[in-house]
């Protein structure tokens, strides 16, 4: 192997898996009992964000960009045109200027990483032998890699702060036509684009002896064409006006959050020309996105969760390897089984109490799978 890898052989008894299983099943009933919350509220929020929507949807009513109504007032609107800005956007360390909405600083360093490649091989008795194969390369990295942990630390030693730190600078008056975007609004415009600068621009003069040109921005180091662990590269990204499609309560010349009946808040933004059909779609489909998301979550909560909590079973069988290798499919058949029917259960719970048409069909559903898990356990030999 070369200087930058190595591989570490390490062995775990079968007295310390089994003690660090039944610690495990401690951890197991955490993430067990705190799926069934997450799948709860999740399917909540799922259920009052549609309905918010769908409420907005049936409210919004689409205006001129030009002109402020006062009889639109309180109401939630539609508008689409150029958001805008009157002044330039600076950096304060670089000096950077520049006609934008949003001006954005990216730091990177170039730093060590390791990278760690397990394989563990059973033994008979119930230890095991892990072979453990550690290698480091260099990579540019926006966020800092703590190199105190490495296995090799004093041979891979990386900078433990960033030599500028990484900074948005956004515009104070952002308008859309006659309209003033709030604050909140003016976050979700994310639309970046790189924004070079050139080696015809002056350096500061504060920063000659630290900086250099490089590619598409600055270069803290020797040279750019040869990185060394700790140098920096200093570029710009850049949010332009462009045009926005807002729904949001209109508030004199600005906007704010549209409280609903439903108790939720309506607040969009997207960039391009979107009318405010496509808008609230896109809203829905995203809720729908985001509902799928966490249900996943919950789900692989109590599915880790289970498995922890049986895990002793299979350490127990592993005093000969390839009994351990059928006990640990056969918990992992059931924890899969077990997380489903509870999730499948806890959804239709939450159904029950927010959607009552569909939560009938998801209890009929884990049910029919809580009887398939109780047929499997007593048709299988205890002993076996």
């Not at 489909?285 to 895990?311: A, C």
Request: hydrophobic letters at 45%; aromatic letters at 8%.
């Amino acid at each position: 192997m070369s200087a930058d890898s190595f591989s570490q052989v390490t062995s775990e008894s079968w007295f310390t898996r089994i003690k660090n299983a039944f610690v495990g099943i401690l951890v197991g009933l955490v993430l067990f009992f705190v799926a069934f919350p997450v799948l709860f509220w999740n399917e909540g929020r799922s259920v009052k964000t549609y309905k918010t929507l769908k409420e907005g949807g049936g409210a919004v009513v689409s205006v001129a960009s030009d002109n402020v109504d006062p009889a639109n007032e309180g109401k939630l609107v539609h508008v689409t045109a150029k958001a805008d800005t009157g002044a330039p956007l600076s950096d304060p360390v670089f000096g950077v200027t520049v006609q934008a909405l949003k001006l954005k600083r990216v730091v990177e360093l170039y730093q060590w990483k390791e990278t760690a490649d397990k394989k563990t091989e059973k033994k008979l008795g119930g230890g095991t032998e892990t072979v453990t194969a550690y290698s480091y390369s260099k990579e540019w990295s926006g966020d800092l890699i703590s190199s105190s942990n490495f296995k090799k630390a004093d041979e891979h030693k990386n900078p433990t702060a960033m030599p500028y730190p990484a900074l948005v600078e956004v515009a104070q008056d952002v308008t859309v036509g006659a309209f003033v975007l709030s604050p909140s609004l003016v976050s979700k415009i994310n639309h970046y684009e790189a924004f070079a600068i050139g080696r015809d621009k002056p350096i500061p003069e504060a920063l000659k002896e630290k900086v250099k040109h490089c590619e598409a921005g600055y270069y803290v180091g020797a040279d750019p064409a040869t990185p060394q662990i700790g140098d920096a590269r200093i570029t710009f990204k850049v949010a332009n006006p462009a045009e926005i499609s807002v729904i949001a309560k209109q508030t004199g010349k600005s906007f704010a959050p549209y409280g609903t009946k439903a108790g939720g808040t309506i607040e969009l933004l997207q960039t391009g020309v979107h009318d405010a059909a496509e808008m609230i779609q896109k809203a829905q489909s995203d809720n729908t996105m985001m509902t799928w998301i966490l249900r996943l979550v919950g789900f692989i909560l109590m599915l880790v969760g289970m498995g922890l909590i049986l895990r002793p079973l299979a350490v127990v069988a592993d005093v000969i390897p390839f009994v351990g290798s059928i006990m640990s499919a056969g918990i992992g058949l059931i924890s899969f089984l077990v997380a489903t029917s509870f999730s499948l259960a806890t959804i239709a719970v939450a159904w029950i109490v927010y959607r009552p048409l569909l939560g009938g069909l998801l209890i009929a559903g884990a049910v029919a799978l809580i009887v398939v898990i109780k047929g499997k356990l007593s048709s299988n030999n205890p002993t076996a």
